[in-house]
């Protein structure tokens, strides 16, 4: 046996404990761990913005059931990827972030970019440590790769100081280390799931939710033959969309606050009663609804509202024997009784008026003519990444998903700037796992602004280099929310600074971000027109080894159809 460093150590254990994606930036002390990333036979993907590199690294946590792994240098560069941190945490997508670290000895004298990084990443990590020696490195990464996965999955940090990355040991002196074993599958009391069953027999308007920890789950199966059999209606949360899929006859999307509101009795099936469920409280809900709640995570259980059963259990074996149990007694819902014709007519009602707008191809364009339009197009089961305001909220309703786990937005977070980290790990998963499968990354103007100038910039220069033929569309409006109209914006311009008089929400009018392509001596497509629309997507999807930008112009003041109730305004406290 020889000797062996750090770096060479870390990137070892990390391969051994299954990671498979590093997306990360080098400097100073990560270099060579960088490289020796590679030699271990990891993936190394070089981004331009750590933030955007954790993004990545914990889309391909979730996309894959693995953590990714994301790097960066001490201070500054680490200090970058706490968004991200946080945002995987409260998405509960397992993500390790490894930072480089000023040299021991150098810490508490003014070293070069030091950092308490260990306790910054803390508030958003199940853990956080630095390995004390070479030795011990194999033994935090077990810990902190398994933390990221069992139970509730979510967010580790380990901290490498430049000194023990580039230390090197005897091998025969660094303790053999064992893998991080099998997720246990938590089962659920079988009391409970029969409490569920009566409850859902007896319910007269029973409603299911499915939430992104079933599509994390992969209890689609599951979760698709309950539905099927019992005949229930579901609605899914955003990123719940596909676990059952969206063209399903169950579906009752289109209405959904509906219901929400008049439901007596919910299946919440790996979902959170958070802001967007509305807190599973009046008046988005009805006061004596019977919440059946079923979550991995104790601590997640009666949270906002008292379950009537509340069930710490995996999905896939509580999904399973609820099912047996109703087969057994032979309950299906009939799709004769009144709830279901209430929903029934509240669907037909809505898609009515959203066709009636998704028709509407008059220019300046309006979001659901963009969306309607848009999905023609797509191809197949695309992967869909989707950020800002009304470009999310409108395009989820627009856009289907009909397999798990094909859409990507800003979560429960709410974190815009997701986009580009987000597509490229989309992109790789894709090139690993179906390579047939494109990836589309819907954006408004002010998100795509987010992520690509404000923090990931360059990371469009990530895609083309690595290959990833992302198709970028962004719904251009001019603003944040919206913008102001052209005559407006050019008055704003001709009336001196603008620092008092234009809108915080506006952006400059029009603005051409497809020429971002032509960095890369790529053409970019810019559409005001339906028709122009679809020559883009349609030569967009030609190209296959290169990211691709539609700028597609609506109008500043395009707006979502009028809701029951306004969007996260109602406070009663
Ligand atoms: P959504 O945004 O779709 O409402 P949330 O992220 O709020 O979903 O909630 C997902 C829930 O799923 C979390 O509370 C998480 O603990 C839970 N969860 C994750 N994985 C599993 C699993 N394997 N079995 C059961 N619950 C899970
Ligand atoms: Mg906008």
């Known amino acids: 046996m020889g000797d062996i460093d750090g770096n060479t150590l870390l990137a070892r254990s990390l391969k051994e404990q299954g990671v498979e994606y590093v997306f990360g930036i080098v400097g100073f002390p990560v270099i060579e761990f960088g490289m020796a990333c590679q030699m271990e ?7 331009r913005n750590e933030q955007a590199a954790c993004y990545a690294a914990q889309a391909i946590g979730y996309l894959t059931g693995k953590p990714g792994v994301c790097l960066a240098v001490s201070g500054p560069g680490f200090l970058h990827t706490v968004g991200g941190l946080a945002n995987a945490q409260i998405n509960c997508w397992p993500v390790l972030v490894i930072g480089g670290a000023v040299a021991q000895d150098h810490e508490g004298i003014g070293g ?6 260990v306790e910054l990443a803390r508030p958003y990590c199940k853990y956080s440590a630095r390995p004390p020696s070479v030795p011990l490195i194999p033994m935090h990464v077990e810990k902190a790769i398994r933390l990221t996965m069992y139970g509730r999955p979510g967010a580790a940090y380990l901290d490498l100081p430049a000194n023990i990355l580039s230390q090197r040991v005897l091998e025969e002196i660094v303790p053999a280390q064992y893998k991080v074993g099998p997720i246990p599958v ?6 409970l799931i029969e409490k569920a069953a009566n409850m859902l027999i007896q319910a007269k308007r029973p409603l299911v939710i499915v939430g992104k920890g079933a599509a994390y789950a992969r209890a689609e199966t599951e979760v698709t033959n309950l539905v099927n059999y019992t005949n229930l209606p579901f ?9 059952v899929p969206d063209v399903h006859r169950n579906s009752i999307a289109p209405a959904r606050s509906l219901a929400l509101q008049q439901a007596d009795c919910i299946l919440l099936i790996g979902a959170r009663l958070n802001w967007i469920l509305h807190f599973g409280r009046p008046p988005r809900f009805s006061p004596d609804v019977k919440v059946i709640q079923i979550d991995i995570c104790a601590e997640e259980l009666n949270n906002s509202v008292n379950s009537a059963v509340a069930i710490q259990t995996d999905i896939k074996p509580a999904i399973l024997q609820l099912l047996q149990i109703l087969e057994s007694r032979k309950y299906v819902f009939d799709r004769k009784n009144d709830w279901w014709n209430q929903l029934n007519k509240k669907c037909s009602d809505n898609r009515s008026g959203a066709q009636a707008m998704a028709l ?3 220019t300046p364009l309006n979001y659901y003519a963009v969306f309607h339009h848009l999905q023609q197009l797509f191809p197949q089961n695309p992967i869909i990444v989707s950020e800002g305001a009304n470009t999310m909220d409108i395009g989820r309703a627009v856009l289907t998903n009909n397999l798990p786990r094909h859409r990507l937005d800003a979560g429960t977070f709410g974190t815009m700037g997701v986009g580009p980290g987000f597509a490229i790990a989309a992109a790789l998963w894709c090139r690993h796992y179906a390579p047939n499968k494109r990836v589309i990354c819907v954006e408004g103007d002010s998100a795509f602004g987010f992520s690509a100038f404000g923090f990931s910039g ?7 280099r690595y290959k990833l033929p992302i198709i970028i569309v962004i719904v251009n409006n001019s603003g944040i929310y919206g913008g102001v109209a052209k005559e407006v ?8 600074e603008g620092t008092r008089t234009v809108p915080p929400t506006t952006l400059a009018f029009s603005t051409r971000y497809e020429k971002m392509m032509e960095l890369f001596g790529k053409q970019g497509h810019f559409c005001e027109t339906i028709p122009e629309l679809q020559n883009a997507v349609k030569a967009a999807l030609s190209v296959e080894d290169s990211p691709s930008i539609i700028n597609i112009i609506i109008s500043p003041s395009a707006d979502r159809r009028p809701q029951t109730f306004a969007w996260l305004t109602e406070s009663k406290l």
């Open 458 to 464: 360059m990371e469009i220069e990530t895609m083309v």
């Open 235 to 243: 609605l899914a949360t955003p990123m719940g969309k596909g676990v």
């Open 489 to 496: 914006y050019s008055e704003f311009q001709e009336s001196g």
């Open 360 to 362: 509407d191809v008059s």
């Open 112 to 117: 070069f970019q030091e950092c308490n990084q």
């Open 41 to 47: 036979g990891l993936h190394y993907i070089g981004m």
């Open 186 to 191: 938590i089962y659920p009391q079988p009391s």
